[in-house]
């Protein structure tokens, strides 16, 4: 059976999560407020809502027994994306991912205990220094 994932925020974060799943063949449904993300997405999701995250019953009405997996892509608007966790741990998805704008939203995250908690400019940084240490660079360094 293929992975079903439910992408929340169709920021630069979230929509590149959707369309490598997609890519991947993994069934997305992708969901944000704005209207033309929303369309953007649709492009390539299975699936693509635009649903205001405003309380914990604004899932109410989708199947959420049907998803494995959660991204939360929500870092700016810290309320909203608590909410949305709060309101996915609701429900039966197995596995929530969401992304921290910050340390201390980080820390909220984990006090709410979200499987999975990414700092997108952390992690960049350390595969950044990563790649210089192991001279993984996408050209070859110029001769001097």
Do not use: W
């Not at 169709?10 to 209207?35: C, N, P, Q």
């Not at 995250?109 to 220094?129: F, N, Q, R, S, V």
């Amino acid at each position: 059976m293929k992975k079903q994932c439910l992408v929340i925020g169709l920021g630069i974060f979230g929509m590149s999560v959707a369309k490598k799943l997609s890519e991947e063949g993994v069934d997305v449904l992708a969901i944000d407020k704005d209207m033309r993300l929303v369309e953007r997405a649709s492009k390539f999701v299975n699936k693509a809502l635009c649903l205001n995250i405003n309380s914990l019953d604004a899932f109410n009405n989708l199947p959420m027994d049907s998803f494995d997996i959660a991204v939360v892509g929500i870092g700016e608007n810290v309320p909203v994306s608590i909410l949305t966790c709060l309101a996915l741990k609701e429900t039966k998805i197995k596995y929530i991912i969401a992304k921290g704008g910050d340390k201390l939203h980080k820390e909220v995250l984990e006090k709410l205990d979200i499987d999975e908690i990414i700092l997108p400019e952390e992690y960049l940084g350390i595969m950044t220094a990563e790649n210089i240490v192991n001279n993984k660079f996408k050209k070859e360094e110029k001769d001097k």
